[in-house]
Each structure stands twice: as C-alpha cells, then as structure tokens.
Nanobody, 119 residues
C-alpha cells in the first residue's frame, strides 16, 4: 500500500519559517488530491491546505492564507508545506494525507510531524 512519510518538523521561534515535506512510496501514486492537516493539543483537527494532483487547484484554510504555501512534485511523489511567520497558534502535529477514491475523503495518512513554536 501507499505510505506517506512527513518530515521537517521541529522547534522554532515566533516569526520563523519552516518547510514540511511528505514523501509517498509503495506503489504507483496518482491521488485525486493531497493535503496537509494539523491537530493542536485539545483541539479538533483542521485542514491547512490541499492541492489537486493533476490540475494543481489550491485550497487554503483561513489560518494558512497569506503565510503558508502548498506545492507538489508529481515526478517525485512529494508535497511540501512552506510556513512563514510562524506563531504559537501554529503549534500542532502536522499530517500529510491523500485522497484517492472518494472526493473530500482522505484515506491515506502519514504518521505526523510535530511543529512547536515557542511563545
């Protein structure tokens, strides 16, 4: 099965930048879309951004607009999340996910990578 592995998380200071990566492996990969989600302690998970695999259509959650950029490299089966001007509210576990069969249903998830922004 397809596996998704996130990397790039860490401890940063307010205002810093960080780029997360997600690598897909295991079999030929052609999802409908890929997305980044996050879950902060004590809060529900939320979508950060998504990108359609073939068209490149973008979606950004309100918290990401103007600060984060999602991108992809189809040849490498990878997506990225560039995060600028990080704030304590961005502290969360960030997950990479793939929608393969059903629209708006993300069936495949990575293990997550922790992003901590020091207050």
């Amino acid at each position: 099965q397809v596996r998704l592995v996130e990397s790039g998380g860490g401890l940063v200071q307010v205002g810093d930048s960080l780029t997360l990566s997600c690598a897909a492996s295991g079999r030929p990969f052609s999802p409908r879309s890929m997305a980044w989600f996050r879950r902060a302690p004590g809060k529900e998970g939320e979508i950060v951004a998504s990108i359609a695999w073939t068209s490149g259509n973008l979606y950004y959650g309100d918290s990401a607009k103007g600060r984060f950029i999602i991108s992809k490299d189809n040849a490498r089966n990878m997506i990225y999340l560039q995060m600028d001007n990080l704030q304590p509210a961005d502290t969360a576990v960030y997950y990479c996910a793939a929608s393969v069969l059903k629209p708006d249903l993300y069936e495949r998830w990575g293990q997550g990578t922790q992003v901590t922004v020091a207050a």
